[in-house]
């Protein structure tokens, strides 16, 4: 499609946000106020653990070679530095440990850390409006595998992936499943992921069924994608730092860190 280069205003302003996205297709959005999910939640583990939950929803495993280690007892893996600032740390491992438990079971070569938000989006006719972002530095040497992503909690699909590097240095913003029945896959080259850029999803219902999700990099509009039946389903909000799988192999052996702030969560209510 064509489609200028667009700012989503909503940087702390609700009034602002909802003029900028009635601009577009959202237009019955634009008289709706927003309202704030989740913002704030990084500035200690109080607030931290009242918004998240460690490790993945089903556990630790997943389908790269990390295993999530995290707890409000056990930092290593997962902490908070300086002000704001979620860290997820991955190590190698020397010894054997198992496959993952999950599809596709490969070995277990990497500790690691992943959180889960305890809100769902929940795309319907109430919040008919989601904003999902954050800032990131990711890692993107061969067999790193960070994400930021939503994913059903009552089944798979749907799937929205906001961030996701695999072991290099683009970033795939991706929807599962689109209205042909498959993935949309926007990849965009970014300079540096190491350094702080901001990756974000507005989703908004398009029909009963199905919504439109734009995708932002900086601030910058890289995409839409339609989503076949998001609408009522509860997504999963997920930051985690897997390791090799879809990335390549062998990861580092040295330790890999993906840093988060300024995460974000906001919708409309109509
Ligand atoms: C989110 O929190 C930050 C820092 O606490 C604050 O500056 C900002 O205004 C908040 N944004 C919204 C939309 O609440
Ligand atoms: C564990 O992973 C190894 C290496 O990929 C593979 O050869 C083996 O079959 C896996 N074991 C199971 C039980 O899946
Ligand atoms: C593996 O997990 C990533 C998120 O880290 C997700 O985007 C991808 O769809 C998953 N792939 C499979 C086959 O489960
Ligand atoms: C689109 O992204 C998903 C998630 O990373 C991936 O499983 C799938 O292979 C990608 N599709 C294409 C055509 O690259
Ligand atoms: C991304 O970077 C690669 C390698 O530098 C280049 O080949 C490719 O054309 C770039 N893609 C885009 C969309 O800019
Ligand atoms: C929603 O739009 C899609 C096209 O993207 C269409 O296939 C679907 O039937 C529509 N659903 C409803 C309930 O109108």
Redesign the pocket.
């Known amino acids: 499609m064509t489609h200028n280069r667009r700012r989503f205003l909503?940087?702390?302003?609700?009034g602002v946000a909802a003029a900028a996205i009635g601009t577009r297709s959202a237009g019955a959005a634009s008289a709706a106020a927003?309202e704030?999910v989740v913002?704030?939640s990084f500035?200690s583990y109080a607030t931290l653990e009242s918004a998240w939950n460690y490790r993945y929803p089903w556990g630790s495993d997943h389908n790269g070679t990390a295993r999530m280690y995290a707890s409000a007892s056990d930092h290593n893996h997962v902490y908070l530095e300086s002000s704001?600032v979620l860290v997820l740390k991955a190590t190698r491992i020397s010894w054997d440990e198992g496959n993952s438990s999950a599809d596709p079971h490969l070995p277990i070569r990497y500790h690691s850390g992943a959180v889960h938000a305890k809100q769902h989006v929940l795309v319907n006719d109430q919040f008919p409006n989601w904003e999902v972002r954050g800032e990131f530095q990711a890692p993107s040497a061969r067999g790193t595998w960070p994400a930021f992503w939503l994913t059903g909690a009552n089944s798979w699909p749907p799937e929205s992936d906001i961030l996701e590097f695999k072991g290099d240095s683009r970033n795939w913003f991706n929807t599962y499943r689109n209205a042909n029945g498959g993935w949309s896959n926007t990849t965009v080259n970014v300079s540096s992921p190491g350094s702080w850029h901001g990756y974000r999803a507005w989703i908004t219902k398009a029909n009963a069924t199905d919504v439109d999700i734009h995708y932002y990099l900086d601030g910058n509009w890289v995409g839409r994608h339609r989503g076949a039946n998001f609408v009522n389903q509860p997504l999963w909000i997920i930051i985690n730092l897997q390791m090799e799988g879809s990335s390549g192999s062998p990861g580092p052996t040295a330790a890999t860190y993906y840093r988060a702030r300024?995460l974000?969560v906001?919708r409309t209510r109509a």
């Open positions: 909503v940087a702390g302003c609700a927003w704030t913002n704030g500035a704001g300024n974000y906001g």
